[in-house]
């Protein structure tokens, strides 16, 4: 994709989702200075930081419900220095961080944070250093097409769908991936 090229005129048949996650990685593997203002994106009062590629990227700025998913899956790419998008998912990668004796009660008072969330921004707020936490203790990138997606739909029924998806990845039983694709 050239840099004058809007995602929105791309070719590809991949989802938006899927474009933005790639174009992330791909751009802060170019341009440092992007990845550190990225980086420097992760809280919300240093967030515009993201703004030119978010409006580059066609995403609504005024919208709250529409850019905070996008501004903390491109902070945390940028922070992870990810090379791609990985499989490995929020709930699975909760759990691998805390593998050791009673650790695992600090695990499920994560989880249980997490989904104790009631809007998009308390839980986009939470999952900031869950997210830095996963990278410095989990070898293996997190599937953040996946992540953006539900936040995406987050604010639809409360978010108990992806609420769901996190404590069934977290305790290791089965997502149905039809089922989920076919909700958002």
């Known amino acids: 994709m050239q840099d004058n090229q809007s995602p929105a005129t791309s070719g590809r048949e991949q989802s938006w989702e899927q474009r933005f996650v790639e174009t992330v990685i791909e751009r802060c593997q170019n341009d440092k200075g992007l990845a550190a203002r990225l980086r420097r994106a992760d809280s919300p009062a240093t967030e515009y930081q993201s703004w030119e590629l978010l409006g580059w990227f066609g995403v609504d700025l005024e919208k709250d419900y529409e850019r905070l998913p996008f501004v903390t899956i491109a902070a945390a790419i940028a922070k992870s220095k990810s090379e791609r998008n990985g499989s490995l998912r929020l709930g699975q990668a909760i759990a691998s961080c805390y593998k050791e004796g009673n650790k695992d009660d600090q695990a499920k008072a994560r989880l249980r944070r997490l989904l ?25 990138p997190l599937d953040y097409v996946r992540l953006l997606r539900q936040l995406r739909f987050f604010g639809f029924e409360s978010g108990q769908r992806t609420k769901t998806q996190w404590a069934q990845e977290f305790y290791g039983q089965p997502v149905d991936a039809d089922k989920e694709e076919g909700a958002t």
Do not use: K, M
């Open 116 to 140: 104790a969330c009631n809007d998009l921004a308390e839980v986009c707020r939470i999952l900031r250093p869950v997210l830095t936490l996963v990278d410095s203790r989990v070898g293996q």
